[in-house]
């Protein structure tokens, strides 16, 4: 079963599209949202200040790579 050719959108019309059912989607979900439990509003709080502190890199640095060398 082939494409229509007639019924094909181009990229622009596709994305207008999408956004426009992403916004009625988030309309009606915002009033079917609940409050989020305070356990998993805790984790998330936490999440967010681990990613604005710096971690250790597993890659290692030039360095490293050249004293094992």
């Known amino acids: 079963m082939g494409a229509n050719p007639e019924l094909q959108?181009?990229?622009s019309h596709c994305r207008?599209?999408?956004?426009e059912?992403?916004?009625?989607l988030q309309i009606v979900l915002d009033r079917e949202a609940t409050p989020m439990p305070p356990r998993l509003q805790a984790l998330l709080?936490?999440?967010a200040a681990?990613?604005?502190?710096?971690s250790p890199s597993i890659a290692p640095s030039l360095e490293e790579m050249a004293r094992s060398a």
């Open 16 to 19: 207008a599209i999408c956004d």
């Open 50 to 54: 681990q990613e604005l502190s710096a």
């Open 9 to 11: 959108l181009d990229s």
């Open 21 to 24: 059912i992403g916004a009625r």
């Open 45 to 47: 709080l936490r999440l």
